[in-house]
């Protein structure tokens, strides 16, 4: 499906520059998440205002889109109709990366201070360099129409949720005895874990795009249910 769609998109017109777009918009959105999360995660400088004016582009972004998508459908009611729907879709996606990855901000200026060296925050670390990995592979795939690069997107969100869940659990349902952590640094990791899942599902529903017809965005592949 994503394969008959890259070619109509790679046509000149608004449909192209509006899958332009969005190819812009989620690097924007890794660029964020990296810079949103690296004075908790790894104690670095960040410019708080700088964070916000990144996800108001986001937005920006999303609003340019969607007008380019309707102009478009205006004048080609009939044409190219889900292709449309797909980038209107998966935009709403990477959007909420922007705003999730405030979250990391807010905690931190919340906090006061970067990650312990406790397990659970190294964890967490772990889980960070999968959604890195994420990115890459989810722009690779819209950028190339590469089904095998998104199902291995897909395939790091299960590990990623996961890893999310077990945490969480294991603090619900000890609490006080993960590693002596203080109260306030047990609802840190909770949240960074909270947090983290968010931005890996959405880069999965991007991802899903490339391997899924439109109904299925953001589910597993029909061939695949395991995922």
Known sequence: MFRKLFELWHREGLLQQALNDAQKMLDNASI???????????DEPVNAQEIYDM???????????RRKVMEHLSIFPKQDTTAALVLTTITVDIERIGDYSKNFLELWEI?????SKAAVFERLKKIYNNILDMFQLTMDAMSNADAEQARKAMELHIVNSKDCEE???ALIRNPGK?????PNQEVL????????????????????????PFDRIGFKPPDAEDF
Request: hydrophobic fraction near 45%.
């Open 55 to 65: 996800d108001r582009e986001l937005n920006r972004y999303e609003v340019e889109i």
């Open 189 to 212: 990791a909770a949240l960074t874990s909270r947090y983290l899942k968010r931005v890996s599902a959405h880069l999965k529903n991007v991802a899903s795009s490339v391997v899924n």
């Open 32 to 42: 964020l998440f990296k810079k949103s999360v690296a004075p908790l995660f790894f």
């Open 167 to 169: 945490i969480i659990a």
């Open 111 to 115: 906090y006061g201070s970067s990650f």
């Open 178 to 182: 993960t590693e002596n952590l203080a």
